[in-house]
């Protein structure tokens, strides 16, 4: 083989080793619990180290035959790439520091496939890294797609971070108030102090314009259930009495009974809450009477305000005379009792049930309305 030929050929291999490299992004996902290894802080040194490698193995290819001689200089980084090595290296870090809020296997969650994804677009930046090539102005023009790539990951992490305290205030507030559910079952004394500051928050929450947390926590943990409902309805209850003239003198109290209001389901065995067809019989009883167990529990908290207690008990009603437990009908169901229902049905429309999937918005909002007799 002629040297003309062989040099064709070492030329062949490397761009065939270059066009491999635009190939590497796809591994991206799969490199992701690499990424946040303790000892993944080293990598960017190590694909520096790699870039340097390569640089000697491509000069060696391309170089002139008669030049074989010669020997490859090291790879020299300008302040521009040390600069956008070492602001990748921190977002690692940060990166990193995120993995354990999300769990991989829980696609879910959308912040978990946005953090999968921002972890894939990392693993691409740390990658090129490695095809930095030895001019400054090559360097130069694949820094500035590095710091716009590391720009947006940063953003992203931004929303993890926002994500991951939301999800961490969520957890503790569905504890909290779980607790207190156990409580009132429990008869044991409650401060409306502690509800009062649930109610201000939510409050404030819609004063700032936040969307409402649709919370949902398996029926098999009542107490977890009944709370996260409760939160839940709570933020849509706050939203109505907003608008409501005769109701926004009554708003924390009206939010404190959305939150409390369906604590007799600590009373209904987890199996049955976690029935995935009609309930019938003996299940069907113990279900509809959640709600005189709950006014019966509720009834020490709000002693002083009778008209909540009955909303807690009638909140299955229904204005056709279908609901329980009393199959009230028009005016006899009080409009309070009327308010939490609608708040109550629109909440657990938007989550699933083991009987049903969530509902979208559109449709939860149109059965509500149905039911609520307003459109």
């Not at 809450?273 to 309930?279: C, D």
């Not at 009603?317 to 109550?344: H, I, M, Q, W």
């Amino acid at each position: 083989m002629s040297e003309t030929q062989t040099l064709l050929s070492r030329i062949s291999a490397l761009r065939q080793r270059l066009d491999q490299a635009q190939l590497l992004a796809g591994e991206a996902r799969s490199a992701a619990s690499s990424l946040i290894d303790p000892a993944t802080e080293q990598a960017l040194d190590e694909v520096v180290s790699q870039a340097t490698l390569q640089h000697n193995q491509s000069s060696a290819v391309v170089r002139p035959v008669n030049d074989s001689a010669s020997e490859a200089k090291p790879m020299t980084l300008t302040t521009q790439a040390r600069e956008v090595i070492a602001r990748g290296r921190q977002v690692l870090s940060q990166l990193r520091e995120l993995g354990s809020a999300y769990d991989s296997t829980d696609e879910s969650n959308p912040l978990t496939v946005f953090y999968d994804d921002t972890v894939s677009m990392m693993d691409t930046a740390m990658r090129t890294v490695a095809l930095l090539p030895q001019a400054a102005s090559g360097q130069s023009y694949i820094c500035r797609g590095l710091d716009v790539m590391l720009t947006e990951i940063y953003d992203r992490l931004r929303t993890l971070e926002i994500g991951h305290e939301r999800r961490r205030r969520r957890i503790q507030d569905i504890g909290t108030l779980g607790e207190i559910l156990s409580e009132l079952q429990t008869n044991q004394t409650i401060h409306t102090v502690d509800l009062e500051r649930f109610a201000e928050r939510i409050i404030e929450q819609v004063e700032l314009g936040h969307p409402i947390d649709f919370i949902h926590e398996s029926p098999e943990y009542p107490q977890a259930f009944a709370a996260a409902h409760g939160l839940t309805t709570a933020q849509v209850m706050a939203r109505l009495v907003k608008f409501d003239p005769e109701m926004r003198m009554h708003s924390v109290s009206a939010i404190v009974a959305s939150l409390v209001h369906d604590v007799g389901m600590l009373s209904v065995p987890p199996e049955v809450l976690m029935t995935s067809g009609s309930l019938e019989g003996e299940a069907r009883r113990k279900v509809e009477s959640h709600t005189t167990t709950g006014a019966r529990w509720v009834l020490p908290l709000f002693r002083d305000a009778p008209w909540l207690v009955e909303a807690v008990a009638g909140h299955h009603e229904r204005l056709d005379g279908s609901g329980y437990p009393d199959g009230a009908k028009g005016d006899n169901v009080k409009p309070f009792t009327r308010l939490l229902a609608v708040c109550d049905v629109y909440a657990a429309m938007m989550v699933p049930r083991p009987h049903r999937p969530a509902r979208s918005s559109r449709t939860a909002l149109a059965d509500t309305l149905m039911m609520a007799d307003l459109k």
